[in-house]
Each structure stands twice: as C-alpha cells, then as structure tokens.
C-alpha cells in the first residue's frame, strides 16, 4: 500500500475532464483490480463563506442559544460543539476533488465518466470543527460485481492529530456487461435490511485500517465493522412526534405537512419541497461539482436526462437536515440513491423513528433516496 502525500486541494474540473479522456480505453471486468494507492492532504481548513452557503441551500440549522438554554438536558458544551460543527456532508464537498483524482487516475480500472453514485455511508465519531485544519485521506477499498457491471467502494476520512473524526465510504456503480450468473446487487443489505441496524463502536474499531481488495475481503470488513458497532444496540429517535415544517431551497418556510401515508411501502409523510430550476447551479456554486447534469435542460439532454437533475448528494443533505440532531455529535447514517429528482420539480419527504425516504411529489410511487440514521 502506498501513499501519495498532495501539497494543496486539486481542482476538481479538470480532474472531471481528464478522467473522462483517461477512461476512453478501460474495460472493467472480473481481472480488474485497483491500485493501491491512498490520496493524503496533510491539512485542509472549510471556508466559513462557502460553508454557510452550503448550509443555508440545504437547510443545516445553527441551534438556537436562547432555545437551547431553556432545555436542561441539553449540555452547553453539546450546543457549542454543534454551533462549531461542520454540517455532517460537508466533509464529503472538501474530500471529493481527492476522490476525483483517484479515479481520473490511468491505473483505476473504471472509468469515470458515467460512474453512477449508487449509496453513501457517513459515521461520524466527532465532528469536524470549522476552525480546525484537517488530515484528509481517500483510497478506493474493493470492487464488487453487480448485475448492471462493477462497484467500487471510495472511502474517504478526516483526521485531526491521528484521530479518525468522521467517515464516508460511497459506492459508484460502472455499467458495463455482465455474465449471466453476476450477482443481482451489492453484497450488503440496503438500508433497514437484516445485518445493517447497529450503534457507533471507536473510530479504529469500525473499520478495517487499510483497504482491502476483493469482493469476499469487502465481505468479511463490513461483519467485523457490524459486530465492532454492536449489532444489538438500541437505536434512537432523531424525528419528533410533532409534523414537520418544510422549508424550499430559497429559505421560505412552507405550511406545515402533517404526517400522512404515501402509498405502499412509503413512509409517512413529513414536508414538501418546491425545488426550482437553478437548484443544480446554486449547488455546484457552493460545491464546485459543475456536472453538466445537474446544470441546465440544454446541457443535461445531451446525456440523457430531459431536464437537469438534482444532485443526489443535495437530495441526502437535505433530508439529514431534518432528521439528524446537530448536538448528538456520534451518528451514523446511510442511504441508497434510487432515481433522480428532475428540476424543477416537487418531492415529498417522509420519516419514522430511524429511517426516511424523498419521494416525487406529484408520483409517491416514484422513490428517489432512501435511508436511516442511528444514534449511540
């Protein structure tokens, strides 16, 4: 294993360009294998501008002091934490030109272009702070078969003097043929499937401490990581009983949405979003990911989709905004991305005690993110 120590952030556009000319030749396939190779950036500190843009586009709350005070059981030192706190995706915004450059690479085996980001795992054991210089470290940990063609997990961490303080591992999917017998999906359970409930176990103890290579090592990581987590610890309510008041993209709050069904299967129902038609450029301003997806119909056509799409990692931000308490710095969230929000558009969100989904505000049929979230 290797490591490739980078003096300063890469830019993340041409990193998307050249990975698009570099993945012209490769053919993913049963021999593939990934380097070895793990991406440091000694020191990197968020931008408080940048970062309140990002908050504010998808919906992350500073606690209210005044609020706050009112509530004995809310230790000061919980409520400062949270108001220093990056928001609980922001890390994944900073890590991802580090991601970008380490698939971009010649030596990766999938190509970047059309590499579809099919789930996203975020255990958080102590929140970066804003004010704080980080250690970032991103390496691509197994590649698996899949009915549709291969994934690869990307895991990225943040540290601060030789601590792990938060986690993500996203999975990417590369279409490409299969045989026949390929496995119908990922070797992991989707979100509230059998195997996935646990509580937050130390940040050494949750995975394992370096990369591992193929699909039955992936295997063998995530039941060590389950059993270190404690499989049979209780889970803790973020939601409260009381319905929700969603708020859209541009900070005005919508009447509130009392908990209703949605159909077979969905949960109920919580908010509805109004998401207008700049929403992908008003994310890749604060993110930097200008995936001409996400940008304009014109741009977006071309590539398939009829309109632009949000970008899913919005999609995520922003349910966790509604569910995750900012003051209970341990949690550990995941998701499955199902199919893309169209802008402009409407979605529905809904939550029960530890899970939510987003659904098309018009088609609640139509599902577009899943997930759950626990709490020590």
Request: proline share 10%; hydrophobic share 40%.
């Amino acid at each position: 294993m290797s490591t490739k120590r980078l003096p300063h952030p890469p830019r993340l556009m041409p990193l998307l360009a050249k990975g698009a000319l570099a993945g012209l030749g490769k053919r993913p396939g049963n021999r593939s294998r990934l380097p070895g190779t793990t991406l440091v950036l000694p020191s990197l500190r968020a931008d408080p501008g940048r970062v309140a843009s990002y908050a504010h586009l998808c919906g992350f709350t500073r606690p209210d002091p005044k609020r706050a005070a009112a509530d004995p059981e809310r230790p000061a030192a919980d409520l400062e934490r949270a108001a220093s706190a990056l928001p609980l995706t922001y890390p994944h915004i900073l890590g991802f030109p580090l991601a970008a450059q380490l698939m971009s690479a010649r030596a990766f085996p999938l190509p970047l272009l059309g590499l579809v980001h099919t789930a996203i795992e975020i255990t958080q054991y102590e929140p970066p702070r804003l004010a704080d210089n980080h250690e970032v470290r991103v390496y691509a940990e197994g590649l698996v078969p899949h009915r549709r063609g291969t994934e690869v997990t990307i895991v990225t961490e943040f540290r601060r003097h030789g601590t792990t303080l938060w986690r993500d591992r996203s999975t990417y999917l590369a279409r490409h043929r299969t045989p026949r017998e390929a496995p119908a999906g990922r070797d992991w359970a989707a979100p509230g499937a059998p195997g996935r409930s646990g509580a937050l176990g130390s940040a050494q103890s949750a995975y394992p401490a370096h990369p591992v290579r193929t699909a039955q090592d992936v295997r063998d990581a995530r039941a060590a990581s389950l059993a270190g987590m404690g499989a049979d610890a209780p889970l803790h309510s973020m939601v409260t009983g009381a319905p929700l008041s969603g708020m859209n993209v541009a900070g005005a709050f919508l009447p509130g949405v009392a908990a209703t069904g949605a159909g077979d299967g969905a949960l109920p129902v919580r908010a509805e979003w109004q998401l207008p038609a700049d929403l992908g450029r008003r994310h890749a301003a604060v993110s930097g990911d200008y995936n001409p997806i996400h940008l304009t119909r014109l741009t977006a056509r071309p590539l398939g989709f009829p309109r632009a799409i949000a970008h899913g990692m919005w999609t995520f931000a922003r349910c966790l905004a509604e569910v995750v308490d900012p003051t209970r710095p341990q949690v550990c969230v995941r998701a499955t991305f199902r199919q893309p929000v169209l802008l402009p558009g409407s979605v529905r969100f809904g939550c029960d005690d530890t899970r939510f989904d987003l659904r098309d505000g018009q088609d609640t049929a139509r599902l577009h993110l899943e997930g759950e979230v626990q709490h020590p």
